[in-house]
């Protein structure tokens, strides 16, 4: 038994819908006694597939005791669900950066002489930061669009022709987005561009009230959003010791609203680096509902 987190299912909210069922391709979930159960901690990969899915909010995701995930087991049950689980389990790893699974699932598939659903989409083994994204579910896939956007900015600008330029008005700003997901509950501690990251961590409302959020607080900054109100804080602790402990983390700016339930979100990021041991200075930035800086 190891101490990791697995999906954790609220019976009394749990209404037997099976709505999560088709979303966990691993098979770590059935309908028994009309309640949604775990039916082996060993399945579960706990990245939290299913959750979107529960019409009731009944999944959340916990640290606990429980078996340690094994992707040859997973991979026993799942190639027996035929081609199309297969590709959607070989997909769920991808999307959440899971390199290490979606490579040993791949070999398996290669020591059983299984064909791989993904094949004419892949080749070889999954990369960071060069994945498509076959599936369909483009929210939780890791993608790092670091130097991208400068180069195709650049492209742009040697293949329009001079009519064209003054037919199509430049933009006034550009997006300084260099990474998604951006929401903290989606974002992999092993994402590669949390790497030596200058990291802003926002609340939710930021974006909205302040209006040159791209410029002068994204840019040059991998940016992570959550709302210490609604969220599960302790997960969020949880995830952001772990990418301060992992990821030499340069810098956190932080940028929350004035009003009284978004300063939890800085305590939350003080809390986790001091829990850390990271001896990182958090830089609090308050913005007022009218757009404002009220404090920094």
């Known amino acids: 038994m190891v101490k990791?987190?697995?999906?954790?299912?609220?019976?009394d909210?749990?209404?037997?819908?099976?709505e999560c069922i088709p979303n966990c391709p691993e098979g770590a979930l059935q309908i028994i006694d009309d309640k949604a159960r775990i039916i082996s901690d060993l399945f579960c990969d706990g990245l939290g597939a299913c959750i979107g899915h529960c019409p009731v909010d009944a999944i959340s995701i916990e640290e606990r005791e429980a078996e340690e995930y094994d992707e040859k087991r997973v991979m026993e049950n799942v190639?027996?669900?035929?081609?199309n689980v297969i590709k959607a389990h070989l997909e769920h790893l991808k999307d959440h950066g899971q390199t290490d699974y979606f490579n040993q699932a791949v070999d398996y598939l290669k020591e059983n002489d299984l064909e791989n659903p993904l094949e004419k989409e892949e080749h070889g083994h999954y990369a960071h930061g060069k994945d498509t994204l076959p599936c369909g579910c483009p929210g939780s896939a890791v993608m790092d669009f670091r130097g991208e956007q400068d180069c195709e900015a650049e492209s742009t600008k040697e293949n329009v022709s001079e009519d064209m330029k003054e037919e199509?008005?430049?933009?006034?700003?550009?997006?300084?987005l260099k990474q998604w997901p951006v929401q903290l509950m989606l974002v992999p501690p092993i994402a590669p561009y949390l790497k030596h990251a200058d990291l802003l961590i926002a609340a939710d409302c930021v974006p909205f009230a302040y209006p040159d959020f791209h410029e002068d607080f994204i840019k040059g900054r991998i940016l992570l959003v959550g709302c210490p109100k609604f969220d599960n804080v302790e997960y969020y602790k949880k995830k952001l010791v772990e990418i301060f402990k992992?990821?030499?983390?340069?810098?956190?700016?932080v940028a929350i609203m004035e009003v009284p339930c978004c300063s939890g979100l800085y305590e939350l990021?003080?809390?986790?680096?001091?829990?850390?041991?990271?001896?990182?200075?958090?830089?609090?930035?308050?913005?007022?509902?009218?757009g404002d800086i009220k404090e920094k």
């Open 79 to 83: 190639v027996k669900q035929g081609a």
């Open 4 to 11: 990791r987190q697995i999906i954790k299912i609220d019976e």
């Open 269 to 290: 990021v003080s809390d986790s680096i001091a829990e850390s041991g990271k001896d990182i200075q958090a830089k609090k930035y308050i913005i007022g509902v009218k």
């Open 168 to 176: 199509k008005p430049v933009p006034k700003s550009a997006s300084q």
């Open 13 to 18: 909210l749990c209404t037997g819908c099976g």
């Open 246 to 253: 992992d990821k030499n983390i340069k810098s956190v700016t």
